[in-house]
């Protein structure tokens, strides 16, 4: 086996954010981290909306990064910290859209290892220094300098090391042109190490230090430290010099406290406001999780977030440089970010890690108006009583969210599919995390925003859109052609119809288009109408009994085709000097009937088209030259398929493509050659079931065909590569690209009896998702094939449900009554969850129906018992069962701990589904002894992984009947996987030791183990292919890797199924008789939650399919010839070799971070040719002895045969 | 005796490599620097950090501090030294 990785959507967390100027140019950017890759985005501060502008893998886990500015600069450069034991300056190149790495200096081992420099990463505020630390011990401090050509420059590192201290945080302080102080919070553990009498943790001390680069002295020394809490965990650097009075705000567990060198005898120090929770755990204090620190002029502005996400604005009082007062204040509430970030023009970005979308908010205000008591801190010696202060929180009031980008992050269990019964499968994740769960219905396709939908008085045909000038901005008329009418409706404040516009409406209109001149040319199958600017209708009439079947014009040119005269075609051309339509003295005769005309775009600094194309009926696609010397002349011919029902020919990454639609519903794609018109490189594919119509549209500045079949298809360039991409949205009959005051590049388009305006906003993610909320993290699903309603489990540790919550709150008298206590309950969907303590669970069983969303049944489980496994299972004891009666087996337990791992009681909750599958009916709880992690449905029986042991359980009257049990697991059970054929067999996953394949022998009632592992494998999820001897699964460090049993051990099973012969052999090494053959590794660089084998299109071959938990959705193709997969290997090696990762990291020993890379390609890389310049894409093809256009077309056949 | 510096090496390769072990290396020190070495992984694996905190129930950076935290003490304080035999 030999597979192809290929992700098809990235990583959709984002662990860290900066702003800056990383393009030089005024607007501020974001450039953000998603594990593996690094993305610029541009926020319109016009709109409010975010783009992607650019996004790179580039190989290597990303841990943390700083913006950097030279001193007078005025563009910021990227530090990035990661796991390559180096520290990469990185810069953006607007012009090629690219980060290159301008500086790269390497000091250690690669590896995310605690030693090594990697983890924290501070600029010196005024560009000079960057300080980049380890977990532990090491720092490492470079001088930024300018070399003669203004280029950034590294100086030599200067060690700042000190043995056995771990470092928290580190921030630049900003100390104006001193010399560049860098602060960091530490303890020492070295003396913990040694002290025997288990006081070393109380007494050790936690500091604040200040690490002063000397400048004229080329060193580092420790220049100062002072203790702070135990529970310090964060610094948020202040503003120095002449805008602020410098030093660092210390945020420690419940308060934030100021700390400076200089100056500071008086201690400041506020707690951070709590919520007013009479249930509350009052020793857990708030810890500050994420902070902006936004200078205005002559001012700053600080938030601070906690982990319950509500966010503070902190205030610093202060004169001469010196601090007199801090202040707190409760700002709003948003979800908890991993970094937030103001923006001049008044937004704030949250980023999010920890489940939910990324958000965009807009300032209303600075909070000043809101009646929120502020706290401050006192002058004072007294620094050790602090006592709780509290608000009530309020819903947002300072902050307008204005947009939005989707993030699946964390995708806890996905399924793929068709319950909708739709053309492709869809993907059912559960994703989120707490109060933001929710189950997200995934499907390939851009993302559609419906302005305006408008009912027409009959069945519109085509749609066009034109201006009156050629000066205008905006479209001024849309024209909606029917059977035998013309509608003209005028775009303005409101669209009207309008009869003054000197169109013909008592025709169709086959083709219209503006003319230079501030004309129009409308073409009804019985006159070319030129309307001109005074008003004035030239009008040239086909002969009698002909008709125009078909047309098209740019601004200087018209064809149209007459029908029955064997493909009769008129050029017309715009004389300029007249600004009349001239016709051409020859006609064009093809011998058949034209279905299609189109024109190719007009080069820049030309004013003809160079080319015509022409759709026949004998099933060709002919080319045409409409040079003036050589005038109608034919270039070159396509044969198609089917008869061509619309052609279009655009500009796509400067190369001429000519799209062809059939009738058929193929698609076929053809590059022009600019000179000679040649076609080559054709490529086919099959939309849907209707005749294309292809449309011109641009979208997002670059041009875009819309290709509507039985669902409407968008083809576009995207990142160097053309993409056909679905748009979720209804069938559509015509489109036309549209651009007004309200969209700036909308489609407006008929569908039906409508007319609709839509706008395709976003690009970058091929997907979009439904979602449906839940309540708490989501566990697992499954799916009631006949009803189609999903059983879920849904468990939140350390929190409590509403019901507790006011049933505690009466129980406590802090409120008298239920409706006071209904109103005491925040809305969890902006507030969270109510947190409890750890070791409390709220848990629930939830049927749901996906189409609507809506639970037809939720179970909340009382008594602090969670749900942590779900099956569905049928029994075969038909005694108790009626034979069509199918079981929901549910895996509880109660007052579970996690550290150490314990529980009270542990159960088994058998329900039958009623109400034909759309609810659920508790038939009994069987108790059990230990954890029930993993159930799976075993000969009509229900087998449970408990521990250690495999147990076979059988349904009784009252409880579930023991049937046979064995201890088998070297640790804990955590999956049971059926064998595809085999009833005998099953894969066991154990929590640390891999996979097995076990066996029931049913005359003895034993489960032996047959196949065992060589190496330790921390199982998160498995799979297994159909051939029931190759198990692909994934790991908690991020590999995925795949497994075949011996080819002796399957033959002997196939001959005999109950493994008679194999389970008395000797075992080996401690394990079983025999091991797994490792067949595939690979490091995918995150954790693998769900994998599964599926077609993800119509027709298209099975594929591995996977999702991981930062919010990926990952294929693994398995290649069908050696030619593939010897192509794909030169092609990955020559990439590397002349495209190294942008990180510099060899991309090798990435994929190889934990078992070395075997039978694996990846994508990813070998798709990033697309990006390379042309110099780069020539090196690479000649080494691989492919051409270029070899090279491309097998990368696009690898997606549009097995994905998209 | 130590002829060739042989010792002082040894020494300083020690200090680099924080956890290298020797033949008084005891079984505490061992899994001390085991337990810093994995806690500071999941420190820096995000991926990790995150499936930890879903189960914990906590925000990833509360997760991340509470690592930092347990890597001045992982395994709790040492037990004490054998009593030396005179």
């Known amino acids: ?1204 | 005796m130590d002829k060739f510096g042989m010792h002082s090496q040894t020494e300083q390769l020690h200090a680099r490599h924080v956890g290298t072990g020797n033949a008084d290396t005891t079984k505490h020190q061992w899994l001390a620097h085991q337990h810093r070495d994995t806690l500071a992984h999941y420190v820096a694996d995000n991926s990790l950090a995150t499936y930890i905190s879903i189960a914990e129930g906590e925000t990833v950076a509360r997760t991340k501090f509470n690592m930092l935290q347990r890597m001045q003490q992982p395994c709790g304080p040492p037990p004490l030294p054998p009593a030396v035999e005179e």
């Not at chain 1, 007062?325 to 991993?338: E, L, N, Q, W």
């Not at chain 1, 299609?596 to 600094?605: A, F, Q, R, T």
């Not at chain 1, 309540?775 to 507790?804: C, K, Q």
């Open chain 1, 1 to 1204: 086996m030999f597979l192809y990785n290929l992700s098809l959507q990235p990583t959709t967390a984002i662990s860290a954010a900066i702003l800056g100027h990383f393009s030089g140019e005024k607007q501020q950017e974001i450039v953000v981290v998603r594990q593996q890759r690094l993305e610029l985005w541009h926020p319109n501060t016009a709109t409010g909306k975010i783009s992607i502008v650019h996004s790179e893998d580039i190989f290597c886990r990303i841990r943390n990064i700083a913006q950097f500015r030279l001193t007078g600069g005025s563009k910021d450069y990227i530090m990035m910290a990661a796991d390559t034991g180096a520290l990469a300056v990185l810069e953006y190149n607007p012009k090629k859209k690219q980060f290159n790495t301008i500086q790269y200096h390497e000091f250690g081992r690669t590896g995310l290892r605690r030693l090594i420099p990697g983890q924290y990463v501070a600029a010196d505020p005024r560009g000079r220094a960057v300080m980049i630390a380890g977990a532990e011990r090491s720092k490492l401090v470079y001088i930024v300098t300018r070399d003669s050509e203004a280029n950034l420059m590294l100086a030599s590192p200067l060690e700042a090391n000190k043995a056995h201290s771990i470092c928290f945080d580190i921030v630049g302080v900003d100390v104006g042109y001193e010399n560049p102080i860098f602060a960091a919070i530490e303890t020492n553990y070295e003396d913990m190490d040694t002290d025997f009498t288990g006081q070393g943790l109380e007494r050790s001390e936690k500091l604040l230090v200040y690490y002063e680069l000397d400048l004229g002295l080329n060193h580092v020394v420790r220049k100062w430290s002072t203790p702070v809490s135990k529970t310090a965990n964060k610094l948020i650097a202040l503003p120095g010099s002449t805008d602020g009075p410098s030093g660092v705000l210390v945020c420690s567990e419940g308060f934030i406290e100021y700390k400076h060198a200089i100056g500071t005898t008086a201690t400041h120090k506020v707690p951070i406001p709590r919520r007013v929770n009479p249930l509350e755990d009052k020793s857990r204090g708030l810890m500050i999780i994420s902070s902006a620190v936004h200078r205005m002029k002559n001012a700053f502005f600080i938030l601070a977030q906690a982990d319950t996400g509500d966010l503070y604005k902190v205030t610093v009082e202060y004169a001469d440089n010196t601090v007199s007062r801090v202040g707190i204040k409760y700002f709003d509430t948003i979800a908890p970010a991993s970094t937030i970030r103001i923006l001049r023009a008044g937004f704030l970005f949250a980023a999010n890690a920890d489940g939910g979308n990324h958000q965009f908010y807009q300032f209303e205000n600075l909070g000043d108006e809101i009646d929120s008591e502020e706290y401050y801190s006192v002058d004072g010696e007294d620094t050790q009583l602090i006592e709780l202060a509290y608000f009530q929180p309020h819903e947002l009031s300072s902050l307008g969210l204005v947009d939005e980008i989707e993030s699946l992050c964390p995708v806890l269990k996905s399924q793929v599919l068709n319950i909708a019964e739709e053309e492709s499968p869809q993907i059912y994740a559960l994703c989120g995390r707490g109060a933001r769960s929710s189950l997200k219905i995934i499907r390939h396709g851009l993302e559609v925003s419906e302005l305006a939908v408008s009912e027409l008085p009959g069945t519109p045909k085509t749609v066009w859109t034109v201006k009156k000038r050629d000066a205008d901005e905006f479209d001024d008329y849309i024209v909606v052609s029917f059977l035998d009418a013309t509608l003209v409706l005028s775009v303005g404040e409101e669209v009207e119809e309008v009869t003054d516009s000197g169109l013909l409406n008592t025709a169709p209109t086959l083709c219209l288009n503006r003319l230079d001149g501030d004309g129009i040319v409308q073409v009804t199958p019985r006159a070319v109408r030129h309307i001109l600017a005074d008003g004035r209708v030239n009008e040239w009439l086909p002969p009698q009994n002909r008709e125009i079947n078909c047309a098209t014009a740019n601004n200087r040119q018209v064809v149209v085709s007459l029908s029955r005269t064997g493909g009769q075609s008129i050029y017309f051309e715009l004389d300029s000097q007249l600004g009349v339509l001239r016709e051409h003295e020859e006609r064009l005769h093809i011998g058949n009937d034209a279905t299609c005309v189109s024109l190719s775009p007009i080069p820049e600094g030309r004013l003809h088209a160079a080319f015509l194309a022409v759709g026949c009926e004998d099933q060709t696609v002919r080319v045409f030259s409409l040079d003036p010397q050589r005038c109608l002349e034919p270039l070159s011919m396509q044969a198609v398929a089917e008869v061509a029902h619309s052609i279009e020919i655009v500009d796509q990454l400067s190369t001429l493509i000519l799209y062809m639609g059939l009738r058929n519903g193929l698609l076929m794609r053809a590059n022009v050659d600019t000179t000679s018109g040649e076609l080559d490189d054709t490529r086919t594919r099959l939309l849907g079931t209707r005749a294309i119509q292809l449309c011109k549209a641009r979208i997002n500045g670059t041009n875009a065909v819309l290709a509507l079949s039985s669902s409407p298809w968008l083809c576009h360039a995207y990142q160097g590569r053309l993409r056909t991409t679905p748009l979720s949205y209804d069938t559509l009959d015509f489109a036309s690209g549209f651009i007004s005051e309200q969209c700036a590049e909308g489609v407006v388009c008929v569908s039906g009896d409508t007319l609709r305006i839509l706008t395709i906003d976003r690009l970058d993610s091929v997907f979009n998702q439904a979602s449906i909320p839940l309540s708490y993290t989501p566990r697992d699903f499954v799916l009631n094939d006949a009803s189609r309603h999903f059983a879920i489990i849904e468990s939140e540790h350390a929190h409590m449900s509403t019901s507790l919550f006011k049933r505690g709150l009466f129980e406590s008298g802090a409120v008298e009554n239920n409706e006071e206590a209904e109103g005491a309950v925040l809305p969890p969907e902006q507030f969270g969850l109510i947190r409890s303590k750890a070791g409390d669970w709220a848990s629930l069983i939830r049927v749901l129906n996906p189409f609507d969303g809506e639970s037809t049944q939720t179970i909340e489980l009382e008594e602090n018992t969670a749900a942590i496994s779900i099956v569905q299972v049928s029994f075969t004891n038909h005694e108790v069962a009626n034979p069509h009666d199918k079981f929901l087996a549910v895996g509880c337990v109660t007052s579970m701990t996690l550290k150490p791992r314990g529980f009270e009681s542990a159960s088994i909750r058998l329900y039958r589904w009623n109400n034909e599958g759309t609810g659920l009916e508790l038939v009994h709880v069987t108790p059990v002894d230990d954890i029930p992690q993993a159930l799976m449905s075993f000969n009509g029986m229900l087998l449970v992984g408990i521990g250690r042991a495999l147990r076979l359980y059988d349904l009784g009257i009252k409880r579930l009947l023991k049937k046979a049990q064995t201890m088998v697991a070297p640790n804990t059970i955590t999956a049971l996987h059926p064998h595809p054929t085999s009833t005998e067999r099953f894969f066991i996953a154990d929590v640390q030791e891999s996979i097995q394949l076990a066996t029931f022998n049913q005359n003895t009632r034993n489960f032996h183990v047959i196949l065992d592992d060589t190496l330790p494998r921390y199982i998160t999820s498995f799979h297994v292919l159909g051939d029931g001897d190759t198990v692909i699964a994934g790991d908690k460090f991020g590999n995925l890797f795949g497994i075949r049993s011996p080819e002796s051990v399957s033959k002997s099973l196939d001959a005999d199924p109950t493994g008679n012969r194999l389970i008395y052999e000797k075992p080996k090494l401690g394990g079983s008789a025999y091991r797994w053959n490792s067949i595939a590794e690979y490091h995918v660089g995150d954790i693998v939650t769900s994998l599964t084998t599926c077609s993800l299109s119509a027709g298209s071959r099975p594929i591995i399919f996977y999702t991981t938990l930062l919010g990926s959705l990952q294929v693994a193709i398995p290649f069908v010839s050696q030619g593939d997969v010897d192509f794909f290997r030169s092609l990955e090696l020559n990439m590397r070799k002349h495209r190294p990762p942008t990180s510099g990291r060899d991309h090798l020993t990435y994929r190889s971070a934990f078992m070395p890379v075997r039978s694996v390609i990846d994508g990813d890389l070998c798709e990033q040719y697309y990006m390379l310049d042309e110099e780069k894409r020539e090196l690479v093809s000649d080494d691989v002895d492919r051409t270029q256009q070899d090279i491309f077309k097998k990368l696009e056949d690898m997606r549009s045969l097995f994905a998209f």
